[in-house]
């Protein structure tokens, strides 16, 4: 079956722009996680919905960022303001609400502030 | 907080020989632990998983990872490395009062020579 799937998979965009990047769950996944993985690092865990619902989102580092999942499926995350240092590969993965510890993850969005 | 230490930012064995890939762990309880695998331009992929049970775990491709509460550790082994194991390898924990959030360690980089 189809796995997680994210688009775009490259963004390139100034300084001060807004960006959205879409995350598309595996078919009844209901939970849904965004990491940030910058060069050389390990993914930075940035929020997890259950549902429609932000059940934690202690990792977004500022108010510029914020996502939405309006529907409990499709989630798009989005960036106000966009800063050099936002760069990076944003991740997403999905999972059954019952199964937290198997987290299926898509390609990625690499994201690139000029 | 919990945190995880990846010893060794690159790591390099010849075809044929063991593979060991270090992972430590900060947690006043022990958490869940997972290792991943990140192949260059694709997604992250679990290798295995330790939540209860058997502190040893086997996982895909012949890998294994042993629990060692006393040593905090979960360090991750093959008997003898292929070409195609070379990848990035991110070793993560979860809390276990928490609903999915993953911590991941730095990475480390297996190179494989013939």
């Known amino acids: 079956g189809a796995g997680v799937s994210q688009t775009p998979s490259n963004k390139v965009t100034e300084k001060g722009k807004y960006v959205e990047l879409r995350c598309d769950p595996i078919s009844g996944h209901t939970a849904l996680y965004w990491y940030r993985q910058s060069l050389g690092q390990g993914p930075e865990f940035l929020i997890y919905?259950?549902?429609?619902?932000?059940?934690?989102d202690s990792g977004l580092p500022n108010d510029r960022f914020f996502a939405v999942r309006p529907e409990g499926s499709v989630s798009t995350l989005k960036i106000q303001r966009t800063e050099r240092g936002d760069s990076a590969v944003y991740l997403c993965?999905?999972?059954?609400?019952?199964?937290?510890?198997?987290?299926?993850f898509g390609p990625g969005t690499r994201l690139t502030v000029l | 907080a919990q945190s995880v230490t990846q010893l060794g930012s690159h790591v390099s064995v010849s075809e044929g020989a063991l593979v060991l890939l270090r992972c430590n762990y900060s947690?006043?309880?022990?958490?869940?632990l997972f290792w991943y695998v990140q192949y260059p331009n694709q997604g992250l992929q679990l290798l295995l998983k330790y939540t209860t049970g058997a502190t040893l775990v086997k996982g895909i491709n012949g890998f294994e990872a042993e629990f060692k509460k006393s040593e905090t550790s979960f360090h991750l082994t093959k008997p003898s490395a292929h070409m195609s194991d070379a990848a990035e390898y991110f070793c993560?924990?979860?809390?276990?009062?928490?609903?999915?959030?993953?911590?991941f360690g730095q990475g480390t980089t297996l190179q494989v020579k013939p």
């Open positions: 919905f259950q549902g429609t619902g932000a059940a934690d």
């Open positions: 993560a924990v979860r809390d276990r009062s928490n609903t999915g959030k993953l911590i």
């Open positions: 947690s006043s309880v022990p958490p869940y």
């Open positions: 993965a999905s999972s059954l609400q019952s199964s937290p510890d198997t987290q299926y």
